[in-house]
């Protein structure tokens, strides 16, 4: 079974902090992605990575950015972290984007105060 | 419009009844369709997995995709208790570069 690790299951960190949360894959997939997931907005995609230092922006990139220097790992940054970046994040990895499923990990609650 | 739209619900049935959990997505194009189970406080996992249209069962779980109205279900036979989460549809973009994903319909099934 494919397992996706994240490291933490709650943060809780001050606005303005720089934070990163971690994630590992043991599948040697390819590609990875992390989601942020809030009440009645659903999972929306923050970046992704294809490949090793390869990285892709989703759909609201933008207070984020990515880290991809082994192909276990995808780490999120949050540059400078704020209030509205209060969330669940879910990272996930697949072997072929496009034709099969995702395999989630299960998810870091950031609460940034 | 958005890509793929799901009822939100909440949903709540008895023990034992069959329950239909659905979507519909706007682009023709897309092919592979997915239904995820998130439980409480955990990540989705994957439940089924179909392409283009037609039925696929796996035990008590069916999922069917008309592409001809762009309309994907879920039904649950005989409903348990463990069966309450929330359920998600999904099915890649159209750059076949990431999921998109309903918002998820949340089941309660009451012994």
């Known amino acids: 079974d494919v397992k996706v690790t994240q490291s933490s299951r709650y943060l809780v960190k001050r606005t303005g902090e720089k934070v990163f949360l971690e994630c590992v894959q043991d599948m040697d997939h390819e590609n990875m992605f992390w989601y942020r997931q809030d009440p009645g907005l659903g999972l929306r995609l923050i970046y992704f990575?294809?490949?090793?230092?390869?990285?892709e922006k989703g759909d609201i990139p933008e207070g984020y950015s990515v880290s991809r220097e082994k192909k276990e790992r995808f780490s999120l940054i949050l540059e400078s972290a704020s209030t509205n970046q209060t969330s669940m994040y879910l990272c996930?990895?697949?072997?072929?984007?496009?034709?099969?499923?995702?395999?989630f990990g299960n998810g870091t609650r950031l609460t940034v105060t | 419009q958005k890509e793929v739209e799901q009822d939100p619900g909440p949903l709540s049935v008895p023990e034992g009844a069959i329950v239909s959990l659905n979507c519909t997505y706007s682009?023709?194009?897309?092919?592979?369709f997915m239904w995820y189970r998130q439980y409480s406080r955990k990540g989705p996992e994957l439940l089924m997995y179909t392409y283009s249209s037609g039925n696929k069962e796996d035990g008590r779980f069916t999922a069917q995709v008309d592409k001809s109205s762009k309309y994907i279900s879920l039904f649950i036979r005989d409903s348990q208790p463990s069966d309450s989460a929330t359920y998600l549809c999904a099915t890649y973009n159209q750059a076949g570069t990431a999921l998109i994903f309903g918002k998820g319909t949340t089941l309660s099934v009451s012994s």
């Open positions: 682009n023709s194009a897309f092919q592979y």
């Open positions: 996930a990895s697949t072997r072929d984007r496009g034709l099969s499923p995702l395999h």
């Open positions: 990575s294809y490949d090793v230092k390869m990285k």
